[in-house]
């Protein structure tokens, strides 16, 4: 369906959030212009910008807007100018926001060692040189939410924190479904971590992504592994692993800890999946791992690329445009391999572009 009409979302939002967005519509353009494709784009405030504007993170147009595009593209949320607003008025609630809204249940997060960047990492260039994991997270459960939480006080002047890590079968399915089919794209194994040596929130989710797994994807390679043990592997021998599932709390450091493996923060896009609504339609949102960057705003040094590939994720997995997902991919590589880099990702004998230039450098590769 070349010439279907497919709604973008794009949310630049503070600090460098505009600049890396710009090079993103920039490819859209050339692909409504080159591929006759037909995006249809529009440009909201969000964060810091909606506040300074409207006084509030998010406006109800803006968030009724998300919910009728095929893609949402966010830049970042936040900085030192609203840093002192009381928490529930500050820039984050408006991702918070849509991701509670949105029912954004599954983060997926590649962590990708470009061949060509592989001195970036602290780790020795064999072990993750070509390197292509994927992190599927749970998003919405878990000890981040689970009821009763708070700090109560006790007995003997003391305090006593609680929080709750409790899941459901049928949320452990939701998010286990997430990895299964991701892995069919992929090298078909999963790997997935709970800690079911201490805990019976663990004994569960290994005994239904298991059971998911025997009944609905017996193709697929499915070994299960203690958190920790994850975490260790991860340093030790990253390339073992294709699609790696995990819950909320273990999931927020096994894909911060995988992120690192590659290097830069500027490198780094990730999705936001929600369930399929009525008409089949799946909410998502895409956005950089990295923030709005308050030290380097404003001077056309950020590195776009999170942000490209960010959009690269959303024509694979909301968009259905594979084909132009590994042009976008490819036009990455070639750019690194030319040996054009931002700043971040400098080294010696390569040489230093804007984010500007590098925008235009992938468009000049998607020809
Ligand atoms: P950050 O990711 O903005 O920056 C960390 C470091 O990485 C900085 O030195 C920055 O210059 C560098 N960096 C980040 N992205 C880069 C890029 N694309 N190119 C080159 N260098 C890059 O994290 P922070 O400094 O902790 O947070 C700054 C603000 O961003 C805070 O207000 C925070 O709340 C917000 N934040 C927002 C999001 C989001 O919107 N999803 C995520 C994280 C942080």
């Not at 590649?110 to 994991?133: N, Y």
């Not at 005994?207 to 994807?217: H, N, R, T």
């Not at 995988?258 to 909410?283: H, Q, V, Y």
Request: neutral net charge; contains cysteine.
């Amino acid at each position: 369906m070349p010439n279907k009409s497919r709604k973008i979302l794009l949310l630049p939002g503070d600090g460098i959030g505009p600049e890396v967005v710009r090079e993103v519509k920039k490819i859209l353009e050339w692909f409504n212009k080159n591929k006759s494709l037909d995006f249809k784009f529009e440009e909201e405030l969000i964060g810091g910008a909606s506040i300074d504007k409207n006084k509030i993170p998010i406006t109800d147009e803006v968030f009724y807007k998300s919910l009728e595009s095929d893609a949402v593209i966010l830049g970042a949320c936040g900085g030192p100018k609203w840093d002192n607003l009381e928490f529930s008025k500050k820039p984050e609630r408006a991702l918070l926001k849509l991701r509670k809204e949105l029912k954004l249940f599954a983060n997926l997060r590649p962590a990708i060692c470009f061949k060509q960047l592989v001195d970036s990492s602290t780790l020795k260039p064999e072990v993750v040189s070509g390197l292509d994991i994927m992190i599927v997270r749970e998003l919405t459960g878990g000890i981040y939410f689970g009821e009763p939480r708070g700090i109560q006080p006790i007995k003997n002047n003391e305090r006593k924190g609680i929080n709750t890590h409790t899941y459901t079968t049928s949320e452990i399915h939701r998010i286990a479904r997430v990895a299964f089919d991701l892995a069919k794209k992929r090298n078909n194994k999963v790997t997935s971590c709970e800690k079911s040596n201490v805990m019976e929130a663990g004994v569960l989710w290994r005994e239904e992504v298991q059971a998911l797994k025997d009944k609905e994807f017996k193709k697929i390679e499915l070994n299960h592994m203690l958190a920790d043990n994850c975490a260790m592997q991860l340093l030790r021998n990253p390339k073992q692993f294709d699609v790696i599932l995990a819950d909320n709390l273990f999931g927020d450091m096994l894909s911060d800890e995988a992120a690192m493996l590659t290097g830069s923060l500027g490198l780094l896009p990730s999705a936001s999946l929600g369930e399929k609504d009525k008409d089949g339609k799946i909410r998502s949102l895409y956005e950089p791992v990295h923030g709005s960057a308050p030290d380097i705003t404003g001077k056309n040094i950020a590195n776009p690329i999170a942000t490209i590939l960010s959009l690269s994720m959303a024509l694979r997995y909301s968009l259905d445009l594979i084909k132009e997902a590994d042009l976008i991919d490819s036009a990455v590589q070639k750019v690194l391999d030319d040996g054009l880099r931002t700043k971040d990702i400098i080294s010696p004998g390569k040489k230093e572009i804007s984010t500007t230039d590098m925008g235009d450098a992938i468009i000049s590769k998607l020809k």
